[in-house]
């Protein structure tokens, strides 16, 4: 189950609660990835260096949020005002490979990057997903210029060897403020037809739906019915339509749209897909607007789709648990084993982190896989970690492997007890609680490893 939300928020600082937003208090069952772009967010310079060093504000918002509810922080790239974020529930994070990102500058002869597209791609369960968030040119009149640098930022180039283009993946989101804008009808028509709940009579009009008619390169994209207002243009903190002197026209600016490969590769056939062919697929349980968000112009808007694939990739990569009993009192021991295949590095690692961890980084503390092993065989292999880099006060953990090579987590632990130090008071566990309170998150870099 995937949620992705595409929002400008104006250069604003995040609400109070995304709750409706993420649909969090949803009856089905728990979403397994969000993915979340931003347009317009704060970048200013001394923002947008301040958020080179650290977390963006918007970052540390979700990561907040979703964290305790047993997301991380999968990956994430900014561009300017561009943000693009991918949470991921801790069960399938072994099944992640090759993360990648990219960017593209369109905004001021790419100079600047005000406008342009960010993406995050990947391999899920053996297949490849390409996520890509957009700001295209604003105003009715720039709807060749917003096709023309779609055009360019679709032939975005991952660096690494072995990484497809963006249309060769099995699935490719696009979403983000688009700008596209209702043609040829006058102000008045376009807010009697929303009044009325008359969107049909828009539709036709819509320069995306307008395109995706006469331009070959968007025709394999799907996009659900926009069956919701258009999200732009509102006055700040209301759900009335622009009242300023510009009165700028309503429209659809905020859209999620998709492709799916092994469609594209079988639309000439007239026959249906056969089994052996439909190894992937995408369902759209959702597509709507959240009025209830007036921190900016535009009103967010959410695509929650289901993702089918029969798994290329379903064991993990490497196994590993605590041994025994784990406290602070003594060096305690982590065993794992590998799959034969798995390429391991001296540079691999296993960290130990508290269940609501955050992202990659945020670990309690680690052992090296070949530096700290105190014992090997064909079955598995075994890793000390020391006493002193225990937490006192314990608490609920897990261990995850990091792959160099994979630049990736390859392998989670169940989550563990680890029992409070018995040899110090109450006061001392009372004081180490809130100094791991104010402690901020661990954000040195694993560039060096």
Not at 4 to 32: F, R
Request: proline share 5%.
């Amino acid at each position: 189950r995937l949620h992705i939300v595409t929002w400008n928020v104006g250069t604003a600082s995040p609400p109070p609660d995304v709750t409706s937003l993420l649909q969090l208090n949803s009856l089905g069952p728990a979403m397994d990835m969000y993915v979340i772009g931003l347009q317009e967010v704060n970048s200013r310079i001394t923002n947008f260096l301040s958020d080179l060093a650290f977390d963006d504000p918007w970052s540390i918002f979700f990561m907040n949020v979703l964290s305790p509810l047993g997301y991380i922080k999968l990956s994430s790239v900014r561009m300017q005002g561009l943000l693009l974020l991918v949470f991921l529930k801790h069960v399938h994070l072994p099944f992640i490979r090759d993360i990648h990102t990219q960017y593209t500058r369109t905004g001021l002869y790419g100079y600047w990057g005000n406008k342009g597209g960010v993406a995050i791609r990947m391999s899920l369960y053996g297949h490849t997903v390409c996520f890509m968030n957009c700001h295209l040119p604003a105003h009715m009149e720039n709807t060749e210029q917003r096709l023309d640098d779609f055009e360019k930022i679709l032939e975005m180039q991952f660096e690494e060897e072995n990484i497809p283009s963006t249309l060769d993946h099995d699935f490719l989101f696009w979403f983000g403020d688009l700008n596209f804008r209702i043609a040829d009808y006058g102000i008045h028509f376009v807010r009697e037809s929303i009044n009325n709940r008359r969107y049909n009579l828009l539709w036709e009009k819509d320069q995306l739906n307008m395109a995706k008619k006469k331009e070959a390169f968007l025709q394999d994209f799907i996009e659900g019915p926009l069956q919701f207002k258009p999200t732009y243009k509102f006055d700040l903190y209301s759900d009335v339509y622009d009242t300023s002197e510009k009165k700028r026209k309503p429209a659809w600016t905020d859209r999620v749209l998709w492709r799916v490969k092994n469609l594209c590769q079988h639309t000439s056939k007239e026959s249906e897909l056969s089994e052996e062919e439909q190894t992937i697929s995408v369902t759209l349980n959702n597509y709507i607007s959240h009025m209830g968000y007036g921190i900016s112009d535009h009103k967010p808007v959410t695509g929650t789709f289901g993702l089918e694939m029969k798994p290329l990739l379903s064991i993990p990569s490497v196994i590993l648990k605590p041994e025994g009993e784990w406290s602070a009192e003594h060096d305690v021991i982590i065993s794992y084993s590998a799959v034969p295949e798995f390429p391991s590095s001296t540079w691999d690692w296993i960290g130990l982190f508290k269940v609501t961890f955050k992202h990659v980084n945020d670990y309690v503390t680690y052992a090296w896989v070949k530096d700290d092993e105190i014992s090997s065989n064909n079955d598995s292999k075994q890793v000390y970690m020391n006493a002193e880099e225990i937490p006192n006060m314990g608490g609920e953990f897990v261990l995850c492997y990091y792959s160099n090579n994979m630049q990736s987590i390859v392998g989670i632990s169940q989550p563990f007890q680890i029992q409070p130090n018995r040899t110090l008071t109450e006061k001392d566990l009372a004081q180490e609680e809130i100094v791991w309170m104010r402690k901020p998150d661990n954000l040195e870099s694993h560039n060096e490893f």
